[in-house]
């Protein structure tokens, strides 16, 4: 069985330049998270997905921040413009339902210079 | 709100030998899970082990056991027979059983202790 699928796994921009982060989830799973994980840190909860609808988005900074899960399988990040303190590992998990094991992607570093 | 607290950014072991890693945590909530995630350099959060807060009975998962202490709020990770491929990063993770709706199933991490192995 495949695993969560993100890409790209790395990416490099410069600041006030979009950035977009794909997530394939494990198929069948309905829902779908995506954490951010600053340098040193855990990661935290930006979003997270039942089938298309976002439950829970108190975490993502919507002024430039935003994400879409359309059809209820994949989902992409985008953020717009990027900032310097953006610069992080943006990983996508996902679960059978909510309450079950979440199973992570590898995530996508990004740089923003 | 719920805190997790790894106390140690780093930890070293000799292959073959057993190291535990501390957390703790701090919660008004009775009925919780508790987790250990590995990260690798390949950056891939792997489940280790999972423990359930009702249960008194400490985890285990091959080599890797937990001590699971409730009332003291602790949760450490024990490694056995310490591998190679062990080396990673280890997080320590919260998270409530009660549902609320919206943002009830989030994982809270801790920080993070990074464990070398060494040959």
């Known amino acids: 069985e495949a695993g969560v699928v993100q890409s790209p796994r790395y990416k490099i921009i410069e600041k006030k330049q979009p950035v977009a982060f794909w997530c394939n989830p494990i198929s069948g799973h309905n829902t779908l998270y995506w954490y951010r994980q600053n340098l040193g840190q855990g990661p935290e909860l930006l979003i997270r997905?039942?089938?298309?609808?976002?439950?829970?988005d108190s975490q993502l900074p919507k002024d430039r921040f935003s994400a879409e899960r359309l059809k209820g399988v994949d989902s992409t990040l985008k953020i717009q413009p990027a900032e310097l303190g953006d610069s992080a590992v943006y990983l996508c998990a996902s679960s059978y339902r909510d309450f079950y094991e979440q199973y992570f992607g590898p995530g996508t570093r990004l740089t923003v210079t | 709100a719920q805190t997790v607290t790894q106390s140690q950014p780093e930890m070293s072991v000799q292959e073959a030998e057993t190291v535990t890693l501390s957390c703790t945590y701090d919660t008004s909530e009775s009925d919780y899970y508790l987790f250990w995630y590995k990260q690798p350099p390949s950056r891939q959060m792997i489940l280790v082990i999972r423990q359930e807060a009702y249960k008194q009975q400490n985890a285990t998962e091959n080599r890797f056991s937990v001590n699971f202490q409730k009332a003291a709020k602790s949760f450490s990770l024990k490694i056995s027979d310490s591998q190679l491929g062990d080396a990673a990063m280890y997080f320590c993770a919260y998270r409530s059983a009660r549902y609320y709706g919206g943002a009830t199933n989030k994982l809270i991490f801790g920080t993070g202790t990074l464990l070398a192995v060494q040959p």
């Open positions: 997905y039942e089938n298309e609808e976002a439950v829970d």
